[in-house]
C-alpha cells in the first residue's frame, strides 16, 4: 500500500459531492467493485468509517479516461482506414 505522505481524506458524501455520484451508488456499488481498500478508502482504527484518499481516486479516474479517448481515436483511425 503507497498512500502519499499528504493525502486528502473524503467522507462518503464529500466524495460524492466531487464525483457526481449519489452516496449510496458509492457504498452499494462503487465500494470493492472500483473503490479498492488500501488504494482508493481506509477504515481507521479498524472500523466501520470509511474515509476515501482523493488523490488516488482521481488519479485511477483520469487515467482511465486517458485509456477511453486513446481507444476511440485508435477506433475512429481504423473506420476512417476501412471506410
Known amino acids: 500500500m503507497s498512500i502519499e505522505k499528504y493525502s486528502t481524506y473524503l467522507t462518503t ?3 460524492s459531492d466531487r464525483i457526481h455520484y449519489t452516496a449510496r451508488t458509492i ?8 473503490l479498492i481498500e488500501g488504494t ?3 477504515r481507521p482504527f479498524g472500523r466501520r468509517k470509511i474515509l476515501f484518499i482523493w488523490e ?3 488519479s485511477d479516474m483520469l487515467s482511465i479516461a486517458h485509456d477511453s479517448l486513446a ?6 483511425k481504423e473506420i476512417t482506414k476501412h471506410g
Open 13 to 15: 458524501d464529500q466524495l
Open 56 to 58: 488516488a481516486i482521481e
Open 40 to 42: 482508493h478508502y481506509i
Open 27 to 34: 457504498r452499494n456499488e462503487l465500494l470493492d467493485a472500483c
Open 71 to 76: 481507444l476511440a481515436y485508435e477506433n475512429q
